[in-house]
């Protein structure tokens, strides 16, 4: 059972270029999560998601930042017209969940975007 | 809404020697804690984690923490630790019912020495 794979694993971007990062979750997990961290500092939630629907996207930039996760395919984060404020490790988390219990999630090795 | 204190951003120790890294937390509402590890270049791992019952929880490769909810705190410790256990280890902190929606620290860098 492969884990989250997240890809591509480095990514360079020209100021203005636009960014898509993919995500597949773990098989059977419904729930996805995008984390963005930047140097030195710790993992900032940035969107929470299910299958076809944005569940929580209280930590996503107002602008520029969209997230989805299709019926079928990976969950794509899309960084538009990109700034060097936008480098850093992006990372994707999925799991299963139960209602009040929670469970695990899976972290996938991140994307490291680099705005030049 | 939660907040996760890592107050330490650096522990130097020496090999085989103990070890505890400080977490506490801010919350109104009932949590779920844990811990990851970050290796270079790495994804995170979940290191353990407390849902409920007995407060001190324990993961395979040594590592404990123990939930103190007076002092809302969740320390890691490991008696003695390897020149392996070199990573970041970040405490986090999710909303009961509130998915895996996890607010971090900002970790702590634990460098092990010979």
């Known amino acids: 059972n492969a884990g989250v794979m997240q890809n591509p694993r480095h990514l360079v971007r020209r100021r203005g270029q636009e960014a898509r990062l993919r995500c597949s979750p773990m098989k059977g997990h419904s729930h996805v999560y995008w984390y963005r961290q930047l140097p030195e500092e710790g993992l900032k939630f940035m969107v929470y998601l299910q299958k076809e629907n944005i569940i929580d996207e209280s930590g996503m930039p107002k602008e520029r930042f969209s997230a989805e996760f299709p019926k079928e395919g990976p969950s794509i984060l899309r960084i538009q017209q990109v700034v060097r404020g936008d480098s850093a490790a992006y990372f994707c988390?999925?799991?299963?969940?139960?209602?009040?219990?929670?469970?695990?999630?899976?972290f996938g090795q991140g994307t490291r975007l680099t705005v030049v | 809404a939660q907040s996760v204190t890592q107050l330490d951003s650096q522990v130097p120790v020496f090999e085989e020697a103990p070890v505890e890294l400080r977490c506490n937390y801010s919350?109104?509402?009932?949590?779920?804690l844990f811990w990851y590890v970050q290796y270079p270049n790495q994804g995170l791992q979940l290191l353990l984690k407390y849902l409920s019952g007995s407060t001190l929880v324990k993961s395979i490769n040594g590592f404990e923490a123990e939930f103190n909810k007076s002092q809302t705190s969740f320390h890691l410790r490991k008696p003695s630790v390897h020149i392996s256990d070199t990573a970041e280890y970040f405490c986090?902190?999710?909303?009961?019912?509130?998915?895996?929606?996890?607010?971090f620290g900002t970790g702590t860098q634990l460098k092990v020495e010979l």
């Open positions: 986090a902190v999710s909303e009961r019912g509130g998915g895996n929606k996890l607010t």
């Open positions: 988390a999925s799991s299963l969940y139960r209602g009040e219990m929670n469970t695990e999630a899976f």
């Open positions: 919350s109104s509402v009932s949590v779920y």
